[in-house]
């Protein structure tokens, strides 16, 4: 699944600059959620899933806001890529550009569960 590939991904980019601006090891960052260093670099790499509830855990101890960690639609939405000519798709504006993305993001994925 590339979207869950992305967003793992980029949960953990996060969480590995909050880590970097508080100064902390990934082993310090370990000790301090309950996970080991290893985790903790699978993590950042996007090769680890995160639970929700640990999400918390890391945005407490990174003295950051846990929606800071979470990437936003506009970050998966500028991952989709369209089927069709550059140069067509540039004469949409972007509001309709990114509404037919999430509607072929959404198709791929119920091509995925047949």
């Known amino acids: 699944m590339m979207n869950e590939e992305l967003i793992y ?37 996007g090769k ?26 506009g970050f998966l939405l500028s991952n989709v890529e369209l089927p069709g000519n550059e140069e067509e798709l540039q004469q949409f504006t972007p509001d309709v550009l990114n509404f037919a993305k999430k509607v072929y993001a959404n198709s791929k994925k119920g091509e995925g569960e047949s």
């Open 48 to 73: 680890q899933k995160i639970p929700i509830d640990s999400l918390y855990y890391f945005a407490k101890n990174l003295n950051v806001n846990v929606f800071s960690l979470l990437p936003n639609e």
């Open 9 to 45: 991904g980029e949960i953990g980019r996060r969480i590995r600059e909050a880590r970097e601006e508080n100064k902390l090891t990934q082993e310090d960052l370990g000790k301090l959620v309950g996970l080991t260093r290893t985790s903790i670099t699978n993590i950042e790499r």
